[in-house]
């Protein structure tokens, strides 16, 4: 297993996250709205609003799933946040750095993960908007577009920011 890389600007972006106030706080009604579309939207069992902190991801927002968090370096967000673009994986059992992954061998066995980087102006990534499948598929242009309007979503929620009418 390949343990989730730190990026270099790792404490720029820690204290954006940290800035945001956002850590440990109850769930919201607009953030759970979101993932709860993105689950029906693309069918599947798992969506989060991932915020990779320093030795952990927490959820903000979670469908399909019990735990309000889990370890950064077994991550799949932690990948993903070192990504400029969506990280999609079809299948972590053929993919080396996931294959043997606690997340994938065990609860909540992961087998389609596709992250989309929640970055905030000034380019800092605090996490992701994530789908998560317990079997193989993919994403099309269309897929990515959708998913990337609702990641665009949870970062105006982040930043407070109204949605333009």
């Not at 890389?5 to 204290?15: E, H, K, S, T, Y």
């Not at 069918?43 to 991932?50: A, D, N, Q, W």
């Not at 991550?75 to 673009?85: D, M, P």
């Not at 992701?128 to 959708?146: K, Q, Y």
Request: charged share 25%.
């Amino acid at each position: 297993m390949l343990l989730a890389p730190i990026p270099d600007d790792d404490a720029q972006r820690l204290q954006a996250l940290r800035e945001l106030l956002i850590l440990d706080t109850p769930p919201e009604e607009r953030f759970d709205r979101i993932a709860a579309f993105a689950a029906a939207e693309f069918e599947v069992p798992i969506v989060l609003v991932s915020l990779v902190d320093h030795n952990r991801q927490w959820f903000k927002a979670r469908i399909g799933l019990d735990t309000c968090e889990t370890a950064r370096d077994i991550s799949l967000c932690g990948h993903a946040v070192v990504q400029q673009e969506t990280l999609v994986i079809p299948d972590t059992h053929t993919d080396p750095r996931f294959a043997d992954n606690p997340l994938v061998l065990g609860e909540p066995h992961i087998r389609f993960y596709a992250g989309a980087q929640l970055r905030l102006p000034g380019s800092a990534t605090v996490g992701t908007l994530c789908l998560i499948d317990r079997r193989p598929r993919t994403l099309d242009r269309t897929d990515l577009a959708i998913l990337g309007s609702l990641r665009d979503l949870v970062v105006q929620e982040l930043l407070g920011q109204t949605v333009p009418a």
